[in-house]
């Protein structure tokens, strides 16, 4: 890929909320992990574990435990628009003050990988952990991180440049809108 091609990759890689009803196969959704396999690691500890979930029944009991777009209240994926897929993020090493840098990292590596195979995704914090666990019969020595929703894409937000605002928005087509700041406001040449 040319510099441009790059460029635009990371334009077009956007959070994903809404999906076609399409299986993901299995070899795509392992080499995401493998990607995530592959990071740097605090200490090289290697911390992270993954679950992969497609299984409809067990998809459908994750969907209920994720909260979806904290700034459009009461919004979530229709029934015909959820994920058809779930990389789950465990930790098995509950007190390595690291692992939130190698799930961050871990996380980058997922979706931009899942990008190249025009997979949409979106990172998930905003969960219920507890039910999770339980739900995927988390041993009481792992803990769980996060949870990236997969699909094929069935939206294409819009970057709006905006120094102002931070909360992206549906317009009356039901078009995502999302704010990103200037270049310019965030960098600075030696100095603040």
């Not at 299986?23 to 992270?48: D, H, M, T, Y």
């Amino acid at each position: 890929m040319n510099d441009e091609q790059i460029k635009s990759f990371f334009r077009q890689r956007r959070s994903i909320r809404r999906f076609q009803q399409k299986p993901i196969s299995f070899s795509i959704l392992k080499e995401c992990v493998n990607c995530a396999r592959l990071i740097p690691s605090g200490k090289n500890l290697q911390p992270l574990e993954y679950i992969i979930v497609t299984d409809s029944s067990l998809r459908k009991k994750l969907f209920s435990c994720l909260h979806w777009a904290g700034y459009l209240p009461s919004w979530e994926p229709s029934e015909d628009e959820q994920p058809m897929a779930y990389i789950v993020l465990i930790n098995s090493n509950k007190n390595e003050g690291l692992v939130a840098y190698d799930v961050g990292i871990a996380s980058a590596h997922i979706v931009l990988f899942a990008e190249t195979k025009n997979v949409g995704s979106c990172i998930l914090l905003n969960i219920d952990k507890q039910r999770i666990e339980q739900l995927l019969k988390l041993p009481n020595y792992y803990q769980l991180e996060g949870v990236i929703a997969l699909g094929y894409k069935n939206e294409s937000p819009v970057i709006e440049t905006d120094d102002n605002n931070r909360e992206y928005w549906l317009d009356e087509n039901q078009v995502l809108h999302v704010p990103k700041r200037s270049l310019d406001s965030i960098l600075h040449n030696q100095t603040y």
